[in-house]
């Protein structure tokens, strides 16, 4: 005979506030230690598989490949330092400064050096492919920022603000025209090639700016420099919108995370911190053995490089849990099934040909609801699931039980015939619960419900109409907010569709579909 089948409690996320730890930002395994020659300026991941990372150290550029954590080649032509090599965004080519000022870009397939791209008078420290894929940005300690054509090896634009050295800079992921640069007099500037004369905007960070990032939709600017990180707003014409502090050293370098959900700060005081961006508050943290120079995460986290300043590079890998049979490896649970002692696991009995062998394990605890939807007493099952202690420790049960009921067609004989006293335990629990958004779906048609059977009663007691007077009121509030989030919703289409340009997708689809018009 089979066995009954319990009904799944549905399991949510928990609504917990993140806090600085390790276990926000998940667990890691140990590290994988290289030591290179010369202290590291830059790594980057490339964005495509499989996620090569480039590390700039010394004279040279190695290219790492992240799963057998080896070299996969070595960029070495260069007269004395590299600095900062920059995958473009299709993960083919690679640029790279050089202290004699100019660009080098390579094809990451052959090693072939294919431009040399001159004109800067002392060291690049920072470059970037530009949005349209065939043009450079560059950042010079000549106190200038050069657009070159890659096709040509000229140079297009040279833009001139900066009083000291230019040693970071980005350009954005929606537009070839943008393009910020960050420098040692403690200035930002925000170029507009269309308008190269001055910057559209100008920000004073308060200390020299050793990196610059642009979030998701090439609004918000963060910028690092001293022992702080702010956070402003391009399109507000460069207005501040947070500034945090979370090492007590200089901020070195910054990188996204998380999809660009979090980005990551690296520090002189051996410290990586996660921040998220919808509140700009700490949520990870991980340590490393030196001073970090540059640090890069993996796009989807599986991993963390970290660059330090007397050679060593470390690789950081997430853990990942192993589940066997549904259970996850060396949790309490499997543990606890590998050490449950039974008489017969320690002695030496074979059975007999003929022999019937009974399992001897036991039988789970079974739930109250469980046993009365078993018996078919729907009433009693939803009276077990709404007292009072376990809808306020654990409201998904309540929602359970009414989902099975809907499945199994016996919410309305569970609904009817309810005394006052069974009435308001079911009333409070909609009302509670009606505006959460995980049991919204089940409750709407469960109030639906208990407004037919009960609300035209005349026998209602103060408590009952009084209860039906707060679920009114709630669903009226409900409907307000879904009309604004209506209209929030066609704002935030703008913001996503400004993100998503620039993001090339790989799916077939798309080419198939050219190919054919």
Sequence with gaps: MTEFKKAEIVKYKSRSKTGVGEANWGRWEQPVTIQEYGAINKIDISPVDPNYFAITSYSKVLVYNPIIKDVFKTLSKFQDAAFGAKFRRDGKLLCVGTSEGQVKIFDIATKTMLRILKGHTTATHRCEFTADNIHVASFSDDK????????????LDTLNFHTDYVRCGVTAAGSSDLVVSGSYDQTVAVWDRRTKEEPVVKITHGAPVEDVMLLPGDSLLVTAGGSYIKVWDITAGGRMLTSLSPHHKTVTCLCLADGGEAFVSGSLDRQAKRISTSDFSVTGSMSFPSSLLSVAVHPNNNYVVGGMADGLVQIVERSKEKVVDGVTVDSSRERKKRNDSRYLRFTHFTPAPGDIIIDGQRRGHEAKHDTYLRKFEYTKALDSAINPYVQRKSPEVAHTVLYELMRRGGLEI????????????????????????????VLIHVANMLVDMYLAKNDNSEGVKKLFNTLERKLERKILYDEEITKLQGCLDLLLATADIGIQSSRIEKELLKAKT
């Design 144 to 155: 200038s920022v050069g657009v070159w054509d890659l096709a040509t090896e000229t140079r």
């Design 414 to 441: 569970a609904l009817a015939g309810r005394d006052e006293k069974s009435l308001v335990l079911l009333l409070n629990y909609v009302v509670k619960n009606f505006t959460d958004s995980r049991f919204q779906g």
